[in-house]
């Protein structure tokens, strides 16, 4: 198991509501990343956070946005919630020590869309 | 764009025998490429990664994978399969674009029969 943490586990929504899911990234790693995973799909690129700036952002609109806070944990706050939005949530922190070291993933939040 | 493709939904092998799982990868410049198994209900867990050098890599669990530039493909291979090994397995790459994100193909399904 990796040391990265979500919560909640999973979460049920209606449309157009508001949604915030946490992540505590693994112990001395200070970039976090948010990934998409819809069902039968692989998992898509969000957004990066390194040192509480985003550093990075992926196809996705302004109504998903975040936050790192100082001691590197993260939010994902998704608005206007739509039905394509149910999917699983996954965060990944790593180590910008190297460029090239691996993310390690926490176990995700299941967000349901009604 | 970069991007990464696994040709094969699903890859049935029975216990004992060598596992192969394909991934082909398609960038503009050195190709930072990854793989990583998931298991039901559980986030991503790194198997192994080749940044350079050697062209065959080792990683957990006696996954190795296979880099070759001329095919532009990294297979991933082991042994001998466990029925344990039975998992979503997911190659990517780094997104030079977005920070040290990465670029998920869609997984490929291993089934490994006793």
């Known amino acids: 198991e990796t040391g990265v943490t979500q919560s909640p586990t999973h979460l049920i929504k209606t449309r157009g509501q508001q949604v915030t899911l946490r992540c505590s990234s693994q112990?001395?790693?200070?970039?976090v990343s948010w990934y998409q995973q819809a069902l039968g799909q692989g998992p898509q690129f969000i957004f990066q956070y390194y040192r509480e700036e985003e550093n990075g952002r992926g196809n996705f609109p302004p109504r998903f946005s975040g936050l790192q806070f100082p001691n590197y944990s993260s939010e994902l706050n998704v608005n206007a919630l739509e039905l394509d939005d149910s999917a699983l949530y996954l965060c990944?922190?790593?180590?910008?020590?190297?460029?090239?070291?691996?993310?390690?993933f926490g176990p995700g939040t299941r967000l349901t869309v009604l | 764009a970069q991007s990464v493709a696994q040709p094969e939904d699903q890859v049935n092998v029975a216990e004992g025998n060598p596992l192969t799982v394909k991934c082909t990868y398609s960038v503009s410049g050195n190709p930072y490429l990854f793989w990583y198994v998931q298991y039901p209900n559980r986030g991503l867990q790194f198997l192994l990664k080749?940044?350079?050098?050697?062209?065959l890599v080792k990683g957990s669990y006696g996954f190795e994978a296979e880099f070759n530039k001329s095919q532009t493909s990294f297979h991933l291979k082991k042994p001998s399969a466990l029925v344990s090994d039975s998992a979503l397995y997911f190659c990517a790459v780094r997104d030079d674009q977005a920070g040290t994100a990465l670029i998920f193909g869609k997984g490929t399904t291993l089934s490994v029969s006793s």
């Open positions: 990944a922190s790593s180590s910008t020590g190297t460029r090239y070291n691996e993310q390690f």
């Open positions: 112990s001395g790693h200070n970039t």
């Open positions: 080749y940044i350079t050098g050697d062209n």
